[in-house]
Structure formats: C-alpha cells, structure tokens
C-alpha cells in the first residue's frame, strides 16, 4: 500500500524506536557504576551510583506506564532525590543524571539515517519524543549522527512535565511550529504513546509495527508499516 503525504505540510517523528535503536539499556546486567567511574566521575563508589541509578530507574519505570503521571511524569534528577537515602549535593545528581542519560540514550543505524535523509530532501520534520533524562545527551551527539540539520525542533518530553500519551506533549509543539494538528503527520513505533497519544491529539499517525498485528479502521491512523525505511519505501 502506497501512502499519500500529499495533505499534510509537515513530518513529525519520534524517536527511539523510530530512529535510534539499542536505547533504555537499564536490564538487570546494566553496570551503572562502571559507566559512572568511565566517564570520569569520582565523587561516588561505582557501588553508590549503581545503587541510585538502578533506585531511580524502578521509580520511574512503574510511573511511566501509570497514566496518573501522563501529564506530571518526574525528572530523573526528581527520581535520584526521591528514592536516595541520603540528601545528595546537586553535583552529584547531576552526575549521576548523565549516567542515567548514558543508558537511555541510543544509536541510529545507517538505514535508518538514510531514511532521515531522504525525508529530509523533501518534508519538514521535527522530533517530538519520550525522554526520561534532560536531551543534552542526545543534542550533543545529533552533529556525529550528522542529522541535526534535518530537524526545525526537537521537543523532549523532559523539557516540560507531561509525556506522550498526553495530548498536551503534542498540543505544546504543535503551538511552537505554528502548525494545527491537520496539518501534521506523526510517525512512531509505539501504539500506547505514539498512535494514540498522536489521536488523541487528532493528529494523524502511521504506526511503525515491526511484526504487531495491524490496526484496522481507527480514524487518524494512516497507515501501518514495518519500520523507518518501510515507510520512506511507500511515500508517493
């Protein structure tokens, strides 16, 4: 199935899942104190750091699939004061926010920075994505990634306090590119954040799949597909 991008004057993607991949890297075997010391942090044993990364990690992973916290999700830096057991310096929040940073941020395989190159040739894009800890991370390594041009904004739901499902993530960068929400197709991997959060917003939606089981007559959502390059694929 070709699909007709012909109504609409703008291209808003999400990102890890869409674009970067082997991100949220929080798993049992995660050595957050070893990541800690390499990047040349000292005020914490590896031991302490991995402790209040991996305290900071749960508390905000039961919250992020609560929709009682769509519309006030914590920082990490909230998460790392909250669930410590000692009143930490704010330096050392910090550094251990950029470790949290460090093990959520991802990669962009070279398919799919093809992919954003050839979007970027002929739609204006912008980012509007999930993200647990500040976007400094991910800035600091889009110029590597060689992508940071293709984008007029970025929006991270760090940047403020609600998170997508909430229309209100997608109401926010709607309102600062001047865009209304039919003017707009959003593009993501998740159907409870993405698709539905992008309805919510009547914004609509392609879904990028992979292998789930195709949504079927739900007004807004234009399409499904398998992943990034599937979707560049069947732009007519």
Not at 78 to 85: C, V
Not at 147 to 174: C, Y
Not at 180 to 202: E, F, H, N, T
């Amino acid at each position: 199935m070709k699909i007709d991008l012909g109504k609409y004057d703008h291209l808003m993607l999400d990102m890890n899942g869409t674009f970067l991949f082997e991100f949220d890297r929080f798993d049992e075997s995660q050595n957050f104190g070893e990541t800690y010391v390499k990047t040349g942090y000292t005020s914490l044993s590896e031991s302490e750091a991995q402790k209040f990364v991996r305290q900071a990690y749960d508390h905000l992973a039961v919250r992020y699939i609560d929709e009682a916290y769509y519309h006030r999700f914590p920082s990490v830096q909230e998460a790392i004061k909250d669930t410590a057991d000692v009143e930490l310096p704010e330096e050392i929040v910090e550094e251990l926010t950029d470790t949290f940073a460090l093990h959520e941020l991802g990669v962009l395989p070279e398919t799919h920075k093809r992919s954003l190159d050839q979007l970027a040739d002929k739609y204006p894009l912008s980012v509007l994505s999930n993200l647990w800890a500040p976007k400094k991370r991910w800035l600091d390594n889009m110029p590597s990634w060689e992508i940071n041009q293709h984008f007029e904004a970025m929006h991270f739901s760090s940047d403020g306090v609600e998170m997508k499902p909430h229309p209100a993530f997608f109401n926010r960068a709607l309102a600062d590119l001047q865009l209304s929400p039919k003017q707009v197709l959003y593009v993501g991997d998740s159907y409870r954040c993405d698709v539905m959060g992008a309805l919510g917003a009547k914004v609509d939606v392609v879904w990028l799949a992979g292998n789930k089981a195709p949504v079927e007559h739900l007004e807004g959502h234009l399409a499904t597909c398998v992943d990034l390059p599937d979707f560049v694929s069947r732009i007519v």
